[in-house]
Structure formats: structure tokens, C-alpha cells
């Protein structure tokens, strides 16, 4: 079974090539991702990193953890999974999704019954 790992306090330079160059000496990388900003495309300083062997993922753990990647001593261990709140439906239940108009009128003139507007 594969085992996903965090890895933390990256260098905002460090690559998903040279994450995947650092744990494949423990065997065999699944898949490797560098979190960025969505807008920017920079790194947010951390990623994952899936690994199919559980006990090579532990290895690399314990000898990672605190080691210095592109000059920062990065922080490794197993990957929790994020609790995700329950969402809320998108609507009100009359099958509208709101905004101006909402309340019945126009959706013109801010709801005033003005229809200059």
C-alpha cells in the first residue's frame, strides 16, 4: 500500500524533480507535487510526496526529517488526511442561488421598486 508524506519548509526554488531526485534513492516515487499559489504559481513552501512501499516511505521519513534541501532544513512525516467541514448547499432551497433579485423584484435599482434603472 503507497503511503503519502509532507514535506514542509521548503525553498520557494526547490522542484517536484528535486523532491522526487531525494526519496526515490528509497524507492520507487509514485507521484510528487509542490503546492503553489494559484494566481502567482509560486511554491508555498510545502508539498507531498507518495511513495509505493510503506516501509521505504518510513525510512525516508526518519532520515529526511531535518535534512537541508536547496539550503532549509525541510520537515517530513506522514501525511494526515485534512478534515474537510460539511458544506453548505449553494442555494436556499427554492432552487435560486441569489444575489440582486433575490427577493422578488427586478434585480435592477438595488430592491427600491425604481424601474429607471
Same mark, same amino acid.
Given at each position: 500500500?503507497?503511503?503519502?508524506?509532507?514535506?514542509?519548509?521548503?525553498?520557494?526554488?526547490?522542484?517536484?524533480?528535486?523532491?522526487?531526485?531525494?526519496?526515490?534513492?528509497?524507492?520507487?516515487?509514485?507521484?510528487?507535487?509542490?503546492?503553489?499559489? &494559484?494566481?502567482?504559481?509560486?511554491?508555498?513552501?510545502? $508539498?507531498?510526496?507518495?511513495?509505493?512501499?510503506?516501509?521505504?516511505?518510513?525510512?525516508?521519513?526518519?532520515?529526511?526529517?531535518?535534512?537541508?534541501?536547496?539550503?532549509?532544513?525541510? &520537515?517530513?512525516?506522514?501525511?494526515?488526511?485534512?478534515?474537510?467541514?460539511? &458544506?453548505?448547499?449553494?442555494?436556499? $432551497?427554492? $432552487?435560486?442561488?441569489?444575489?440582486? $433579485?433575490?427577493?422578488?423584484?427586478?434585480?435592477?435599482?438595488?430592491?427600491?421598486?425604481?424601474?429607471?434603472?
Amino acid at each position: 500500500m503507497s503511503k503519502k508524506i509532507y514535506v514542509g519548509n521548503l525553498n520557494y526554488a526547490t522542484t517536484e524533480d528535486t523532491l522526487r531526485g531525494q526519496f526515490a534513492s528509497y524507492g520507487e516515487v509514485l507521484s510528487v507535487v509542490v503546492i503553489k499559489d &494559484r494566481y502567482t504559481q509560486q511554491s508555498k513552501g510545502f $508539498g507531498f510526496v507518495e511513495m509505493e512501499d510503506d516501509g521505504a516511505a518510513l525510512k525516508a521519513i526518519g532520515e529526511l526529517n531535518g535534512r537541508e534541501i536547496d539550503g532549509r532544513k525541510v &520537515r517530513v512525516n506522514e501525511a494526515e488526511d485534512k478534515p474537510r467541514p460539511a &458544506r453548505r448547499p449553494r442555494s436556499d $432551497g427554492d $432552487g435560486r442561488r441569489g444575489g440582486f $433579485g433575490h427577493d422578488g423584484d427586478s434585480g435592477r435599482g438595488y430592491g427600491h421598486g425604481d424601474s429607471r434603472y
